[in-house]
């Protein structure tokens, strides 16, 4: 059996392995200067399907809806802003 295929085959996957290590710690680095979003579970999501997103899903705009809601809430209470006309708290 010929050794030189055989090394040829180790040299490559260390090669492999070594990129994808250096790039991975290239990409983190880049996230921790805020460059990119690589791994970070707080990254913004963009409304890209929109309409087909709620036709697929429809209780999606009631999350939003309430999300939107206790943010709102939120702010009123660290603010005391007392709540708007006609609203009590609990209605849906």
Do not use: C, F, K, N
Not at 59 to 86: F, K, L, N, R, Y
């Amino acid at each position: 059996m010929d050794m030189g295929w055989l090394v040829v085959v180790i040299l490559a996957a260390v090669l492999l392995g070594i990129l994808a290590v250096s790039g991975h710690l290239l990409l983190t680095w880049m996230e921790r200067r805020g460059w990119i979003y690589y791994r970070s579970e707080d990254r913004p999501r963009p409304p890209t399907l929109g309409l087909l997103e709620e036709i697929y899903q429809p209780s999606i705009e009631h999350v939003v809806d309430e999300m939107t809601s206790e943010a709102i809430e939120a702010d009123q209470a660290v603010s005391g802003d007392p709540e708007e006309p006609g609203e009590r708290h609990g209605d849906i």
